[in-house]
T-cell receptor, first 109, second 114 residues
Framework: RKEVEQDPGPFNVPEGATVAFNCTYS??????FFWYRQDCRKEPKLLMS???SGNEDGRFTAQLNRASQYISLLIRDSKLSDSATYLC??????????FGAGTRLFVKA | DADVTQTPRNRITKTGKRIMLECSQT?????MYWYRQDPGLGLRLIYY???????NKGEISDGYSVSRQAQAKFSLSLESAIPNQTALYFC?????????????FGDGTRLSIL
């Protein structure tokens, strides 16, 4: 079992829709989590850090459920420009950073 | 200018050749990392360095070596390239601290081994 697992998708949604991604992690020692956005053939870019139960930044909300060991990312009012791959990342401290394989999102007009 | 710069951006070479990928950063971060990304597998850690005198293997270090020439520079070498090392390579940096700080990535190097 992978340490960080994501539904690869793709998720195809219309503009304006709300979409949610889930990510599960197996290492209960994981301390902090991040969501990155990656455009095709580009570098991952930090979208949100999730240190406690959750975080909100504009249209994006991340939630952490330590009891069930999952992190979610909610995108409201989807834009065409939100089309990308979203990477879930867990960190147990030190170098131990594990990246999920990513969830692809396509937002269509 | 980019905070984390990788060179070259693209490279095509032949099996058996020695290749060096370079990474430099202006973020002043102590920690630097090298990853490779393959379709469907996500990012996998090759080597990491927490300071100039600290080099550690990641999960897939076989066939690779690194050099931390200065706080700002971290190079990855493939001593004798093989086709299954064809991938997208990323360098990343981070600050130490609690809670754990996110990593910041360079633009990537697309490497093809023929």
């Amino acid at each position: 079992r992978k340490e960080v697992e994501q539904d690869p998708g793709p998720f195809n949604v219309p503009e304006g829709a709300t979409v949610a991604f889930n990510c599960t992690y197996s290492n209960s020692a994981s301390q902090s989590f991040f969501w990155y956005r990656q455009d095709c053939r580009k570098e991952p870019k930090l979208l949100m850090s999730v240190y406690s139960s959750g975080n909100e930044d504009g249209r994006f909300t991340a939630q952490l459920n330590r009891a069930s060991q999952y992190i979610s990312l909610l995108i409201r009012d989807s834009k065409l420009s939100d089309s990308a791959t979203y990477l879930c990342v867990g960190n147990t401290g030190g170098f131990k950073t594990i990246f999920g394989a990513g969830t692809r999102l396509f937002v269509k007009a | 200018d980019a905070d984390v710069t990788q060179t070259p951006r693209n490279r095509i070479t032949k099996t058996g050749k020695r290749i060096m990928l370079e990474c430099s950063q202006t973020k002043g971060h102590d920690r630097m990392y090298w990853y490779r990304q393959d379709p469907g597998l996500g990012l996998r850690l090759i080597y990491y360095s927490f300071d100039v005198k600290d080099i550690n293997k990641g999960e897939i270090s076989d066939g690779y070596s690194v050099s931390r020439q200065a706080q700002a520079k971290f190079s990855l070498s493939l001593e004798s390239a093989i086709p299954n090392q064809t991938a997208l390579y990323f360098c990343a940096t981070s600050d130490p601290g609690q809670p754990n700080q996110p990593q910041h990535f360079g633009d990537g190097t697309r490497l093809s081994i023929l």
